[in-house]
């Protein structure tokens, strides 16, 4: 179905509004931990920077499975896509109200 890698619009930030330090250690190809955040529900994947990353997006950041790489790439060879975020937090956010809020950190215990 048409959108259905969609999980959140509207957002306040894109590729390109990410803090310097963060786009240095996507860029270095740095093992990272994503957390999806709404309510008191959470769910976790975790994805790989890339120097082929541009992070140039003003509207967008696109999480992939895959290694495809465009301006609105943030990582890539996720653990997850959209269609395996757990239901309950999708649920969630077809409520307008709702704010998605999504943590990027360097994952420490894994390495690069």
Excluded: Q, W
């Excluded at 957002?11 to 955040?37: N, W």
């Excluded at 008191?40 to 290694?67: A, C, I, P, W």
């Amino acid at each position: 179905a048409k959108g259905d890698c969609i999980v959140a619009i509207n957002a306040t930030k894109a590729c390109c509004d990410l803090k310097p330090e963060l786009k240095k250690k996507i860029k270095s190809g740095s093992k990272f931990l994503v957390t999806l955040r709404v309510d008191h529900l959470s769910d976790t994947f975790e994805g790989y920077g890339s120097k082929n990353l541009m992070l140039l997006d003003e509207e967008d950041m696109v999480f992939r499975k895959s290694t495809f790489v465009c301006d609105r790439t943030i990582l890539i060879n996720c653990t997850k896509a959209a269609v395996d975020i757990k239901r309950d937090l999708i649920e969630r956010l077809t409520n307008p109200g709702k704010k998605l809020s999504i943590t990027i950190e360097v994952n420490e215990l894994n390495g690069n």
